[in-house]
């Protein structure tokens, strides 16, 4: 494969990564998507406490929070890509950009998909919200641009 090639490959692969990233922001901010992750840690929260200790129960909790979370992102995204959206392609895109340590509410989400730790700690701060240790739980929450690192 020459240089040319390489580079239109790449500037496809770019493209379709943030064509997906833009479907998901659309559909993380609906209120379907919103409605059904806060039924989810309604119905959990107060199973998770701090600490570093894990029960058996998170991983059950953690397992049905990526189907419904997955399923529901997945078919959202062949609807709005005519059937187009490829996981393995997303997948392998979205760990070769984590290394360059992407920020954001999306990555956030796609990451407690992906990572134990970071659901546990949406948890507990969620719990801490709902007892009212935050008056605002997107208080921590921010959103920034992509910016190309150097």
């Given amino acids: 494969m020459d240089f040319e090639e390489n580079l239109i490959k790449i500037q496809n692969s770019t493209e379709y990564f943030d064509t997906v990233i833009g479907h998901i922001e659309d559909i993380v901010i609906g209120e379907e998507f919103q409605t059904l992750v806060n039924q989810f840690m309604d119905c959990y929260y107060l199973v998770f406490e701090p600490g570093e200790e ?53 990555f956030e989400l796609l990451y407690t998909l992906t990572d134990f730790l970071t659901f546990k700690e949406m948890l507990l701060d969620y719990k801490s919200f709902k007892e009212g ?13 992509l910016q190309k690192q150097s």
């Fill in 54 to 106: 894990n029960k058996i129960a998170y991983t059950e909790i953690y397992q049905k929070y990526q189907f419904l979370v997955e399923t529901f992102i997945v078919e959202s995204l062949n609807d709005r890509m005519r059937n187009m959206f490829d996981m393995e392609r997303f997948a392998r895109e979205l760990e070769t950009r984590r290394r360059a340590q992407l920020d954001g509410e999306i």
């Fill in 133 to 145: 240790a935050y008056d605002e739980l997107s208080q921590d929450f921010s959103v920034t641009g």
